[in-house]
């Protein structure tokens, strides 16, 4: 909002000066005065402030002036601005030309000269308070008489319409209700197929490795999925977290995708290296999508390990998603390539293989980007990949079980914090973090 505006007119330099040093000694910290020495000086400057959409709050004018007397400037400020506040600042005015004012232009008050300063700044702070509130009850008896006028427009139809608009309602709810019901049944059968589809890691025979799975879909049906295979060779298991573009039920069709995808390479194409893995992924969901011709970006973000037991290491392969791994208290990071298995990269066809040392115990973690990206905390922001970091070193040494639990009680303190009336922060996304001790 722009500043409102105290015009001062005199045609006496000196008493506009001290005008101008008195109030805005007072009001220029909200208010902007200006002055004018005549009364087509002070009336081009009312049109030009008008014209820049500010209020005049106030208008102090001498009575006596060159050409126009202040009675007859007040009048014409009227005429303008019929809200603006009149005050007469004379010691030679004529009871005529008060009474004028007061008739013709609403004169607010009449001050002598030479004033009292307090008194003079006591006027104009009552003034201005008269000027908002005459504003605003203006403003409210505007809206209440267009609302008062919408009433009765709308009383003179509305309970002819009452009857109708009920049943339409009425109608029209049990049919999105009914489809409700079918769309949640649907969705409800696609989570039981995809839960299927997912393997159970409390499955998986090897003695030297213990797991948890934290797995939160934002919706009824994910597009977070983990899986694992032990088909790529004697001692050897792979262990993935991938992240399809979206989430609920679009994302869920891409992890359908995903996992026959991975079944597939591994268990018919006989495809038992993590780089090799991604790379035939890659391939296949280009292809099936049938995205040669056309730039959409539907692919999916992974971490992919492979733990050979004889060797004592674990390969890793990432599209844009990393490896998490501790030992000995140290926390490193191996990232994966930068682009995405699919998408619109589709020139990329070899992802790179990391090979690390487990002889040692170690303590890993696969996730997708949904716990870091969480918005919550006390000034809503994300979580953050640092801090995530930060949780999973200081969590590392407790059971698998207890590690879990953490993941899921600090996820739901950062969420906990009120947004606005209440309410708390909302999942934006599927979140998944996978973590698996390995004592080889």
């Avoid at 209020?55 to 004018?61: C, E, L, N, Y």
């Avoid at 004169?107 to 030479?114: E, N």
Wanted: with cysteine; proline share 3%.
């Amino acid at each position: 909002m722009k500043e409102p505006v105290i015009l001062c007119v005199d045609d006496e330099e000196i008493v506009l000066e001290s005008l101008e040093i008195e109030l805005s000694e007072k009001f220029g910290e909200k208010y902007m005065v200006e002055i004018a020495q005549s009364a087509d000086e002070a009336l081009e400057i009312i049109h030009e402030m008008l014209e820049e959409g500010r209020d005049i709050t106030v208008v102090i004018s001498d009575y006596i002036m060159p050409n126009v007397k202040g009675d007859e400037l007040l009048k014409k400020v009227h005429e303008i601005s019929p809200k603006t506040i009149k005050i007469m600042l004379t010691g030679q005015a004529s009871m005529e030309g008060v009474t004028n004012a007061i008739n013709e232009a609403r004169l607010y008050r009449y001050i002598s000269k030479p004033w009292q300063k307090e008194d003079l700044a006591l006027t104009i702070a009552e003034a201005n308070r008269t000027f908002y509130q005459d504003k605003l009850l203006e403003e409210q008896n505007q809206k209440l008489s267009e609302q008062n006028q919408q009433l009765k427009e709308l009383n003179n139809t509305l309970e002819q319409k009452v009857a109708e608009r009920t049943q339409e309602i009425a109608r029209k709810n049990a049919e999105l209700q009914k489809k409700n019901n079918n769309i949640t049944a649907s969705i409800r059968y696609a989570e039981r197929i995809q839960s299927t589809m997912m393997p159970n890691f409390a499955n998986i025979e090897a003695s030297y490795l213990e797991t948890f799975t934290f797995f939160k879909p934002k919706d009824i049906v994910s597009g977070d999925f983990y899986w694992y295979s032990q088909n790529i060779g004697e001692d050897r298991l792979l262990i993935t977290a991938v992240d399809c573009t979206g989430h609920g039920v679009p994302g869920a069709f891409m992890s359908f995708i995903g996992m026959e995808q991975l079944t597939e390479i591994t268990n018919v194409m006989k495809v038992a290296e993590a780089d090799q893995i991604l790379n035939n992924l890659h391939q296949g969901v280009i292809d099936i999508l049938k995205k040669e011709e056309n730039t959409v970006r539907d692919g999916m973000d992974m971490a992919l390990c492979i733990i050979n037991k004889q060797e004592k290491t674990i390969d890793f392969a990432g599209a844009k998603n990393s490896l998490v791994y501790i030992q000995n208290g140290e926390l490193h990071r191996i990232r994966g390539d930068k682009l995405p298995i699919g998408g619109k990269f589709l020139d990329q066809t070899t992802f790179t293989k990391h090979t690390i040392d487990v002889s040692s115990p170690t303590m890993c973690y696969l996730f997708t980007d949904g716990y870091q990206d969480q918005f919550g905390g006390p000034n809503g922001k994300k979580f953050m990949k640092s801090k995530f970091r930060e949780l999973l070193l200081s969590i590392h040494q407790y059971p698998l079980e207890t590690q879990r639990q953490i993941l899921s009680d600090t996820l739901r303190n950062w969420m906990s914090f009120p947004v606005k009336y209440g309410e708390k922060y909302r999942q934006i996304d599927d979140i998944l973090v996978i973590g698996f001790q390995v004592n080889l």
